[in-house]
């Protein structure tokens, strides 16, 4: 069966990452291939396509092949980043001080010389007596901390290549580089503006006042000695003065998902299974293992179905495979082994 370029051009029509080429090998070979740059647009990709192997791929190809275009798009990498939200502080404890009751001998009144024939005569005074000396204390004063909003990146900002329109032609394959741009997560953490110190406080001492009778005029003539009196007078004494003592509150944390992407965008040529060879039993194979290599196809119902494409793509891209539909690199991959296609492969280059 031969088929003129024009004609080829007109019957395959295909989406983006999905290009099969069929025709007999004499007239594949002896071809330059000009309606194949056409259609597929490969003079028109990117720096970011390997255009040099894509040309090795059609040098190769043998009769009875099919092959298709499709891209590597980056994989995704997710790693965990740990976020700082509340600092480290310190703390601290106080013990105040330890105080014992007891009492304090004050003498009342002095001890007196006076005389038989003229008594002596006394004033009375009042004298303010320490009862307890000046007491320091520690008063904590606590941290202050401040709410503030800081950006995360939890998704990269990356670039695709997708179907688009250009040239004015319809049937061509155009592709496009998108951007996407990066996601952002806002997150509240509180940043410690002062820490946590003490300060003094003096409490005063405390006094009691004593009343004296002191000699206003002394004795005349016989001595007489009167002895002084005395008072148990009650105080407090300070056993152990107030202290402090710090310790530390580690800092909070946040583990947050970031998701980065490996390697530029690529386009390939991998060799596909023809429509024919895509049996049944051949897509229900394509199924099992799917699922067992935890991708859901849908039912396991031997149709090519949209879910089972979909399911396919996502194992071709987290195994950073060409997105070209049903390849031989694909099966390959998953581990699926078949009479028909174990003959296609044989003929690869």
């Given at each position: 069966?031969?088929?003129?370029?024009?004609?080829?051009?007109?019957?395959?029509h295909?989406?983006?990452k999905?290009l099969?080429?069929?025709?007999?090998?004499?007239?594949?070979?002896?071809?330059?291939?000009?309606?194949l740059a056409?259609?597929?647009?490969?003079?028109?990709?990117?720096?970011?396509?390997?255009?040099s192997?894509i040309?090795?791929a059609?040098?190769q190809?043998?009769p009875?092949?099919c092959?298709?275009v499709?891209?590597?798009?980056p994989?995704?990498?997710i790693?965990?980043?740990e976020?700082?939200?509340?600092?480290?502080?310190?703390?601290?404890?106080?013990?105040?001080?330890?105080?014992a009751?007891g009492?304090k001998?004050?003498?009342t009144?002095?001890?007196t010389?006076?005389y038989?024939?003229?008594?002596?005569?006394y004033?009375t005074?009042?004298?303010?007596v320490?009862t307890?000396?000046?007491?320091?204390?520690?008063?904590?004063?606590?941290a202050?901390f401040?709410?503030q909003?800081?950006?995360v990146v939890?998704?990269?900002g990356?670039?695709?290549?997708e179907?688009?329109?250009?040239?004015?032609?319809?049937?061509s394959?155009?592709?496009?580089?998108?951007?996407h741009?990066a996601?952002?997560?806002?997150v509240?953490?509180?940043?410690?503006?002062q820490p946590?110190?003490?300060?003094?406080?003096?409490?005063p001492?405390?006094?009691?006042?004593v009343?004296?009778q002191v000699?206003d005029?002394?004795?005349?003539?016989?001595?007489?000695?009167?002895?002084a009196?005395?008072a148990?007078?009650p105080t407090?004494d300070?056993?152990?003065?107030?202290?402090t003592s710090q310790s530390i509150?580690p800092?909070?944390v946040r583990?947050?998902?970031?998701?980065?992407?490996?390697?530029?965008?690529?386009l390939q040529?991998?060799?596909?299974?023809?429509?024919?060879?895509?049996?049944?039993?051949?897509?229900?194979?394509?199924?099992?293992?799917?699922?067992?290599y935890?991708?859901?196809?849908?039912?396991v119902?031997?149709?090519?179905?949209p879910r089972?494409?979909e399911?396919l793509?996502?194992?071709?891209?987290?195994?950073?495979?060409?997105?070209?539909?049903l390849?031989?690199e694909s099966l390959k991959n998953l581990?699926i082994?078949?009479s028909?296609i174990?003959?296609?492969?044989?003929?690869?280059?």
């Open positions: 069966m031969t088929a003129t370029p024009a004609a080829l051009a007109e019957q395959h295909f989406p983006l999905r099969i080429l069929r025709c007999a090998a004499k007239r594949l070979l002896r071809t330059p291939f000009p309606w056409f259609g597929m647009g490969i003079a028109s990709v990117s720096a970011s396509a390997d255009a192997s040309d090795e059609l040098s190809i043998q009875g092949q092959w298709a499709g891209a590597i798009n994989r995704p990498k790693d965990t980043v976020i700082q939200i509340k600092d480290q502080q310190a703390t601290i404890d106080v013990t105040p001080a330890e105080i009751q009492f001998r004050v003498e009144r002095e001890g010389l006076t038989r024939i003229e008594p002596p005569t004033r005074v009042e004298e303010r320490m307890r000396p000046p007491v320091e204390r520690f008063e904590v004063v606590p202050v401040e709410e909003q800081r950006t939890v998704e990269e990356r670039r695709s290549l179907s688009c329109s250009a040239g004015g032609n319809s049937t394959m155009s592709f496009c580089m998108q951007e741009p996601r952002e997560e806002r509240s953490i509180q940043v410690m503006v946590e110190t003490t300060r003094v406080v003096v409490e001492a405390e006094y009691t006042t009343t004296r000699i005029k002394p004795a005349r003539v016989i001595e007489v000695w009167n002895e009196d005395e148990m007078v407090e300070i056993v152990s003065p107030a202290r509150i800092a909070q583990m947050l998902e970031r998701i980065d992407y490996q390697g530029p965008p690529q040529m991998r060799q596909a299974v023809c429509d024919p060879d895509i049996t049944p039993i051949l897509v229900e194979q394509i199924q099992t293992a799917l699922r067992q935890g991708f859901n196809p849908g039912s119902d031997g149709r090519m179905g089972t494409l399911a793509s996502a194992f071709q891209n987290h195994r950073g495979l060409v997105q070209a539909g390849t031989l581990s082994q078949n028909s174990q003959n296609l492969s044989t003929q690869a280059p």
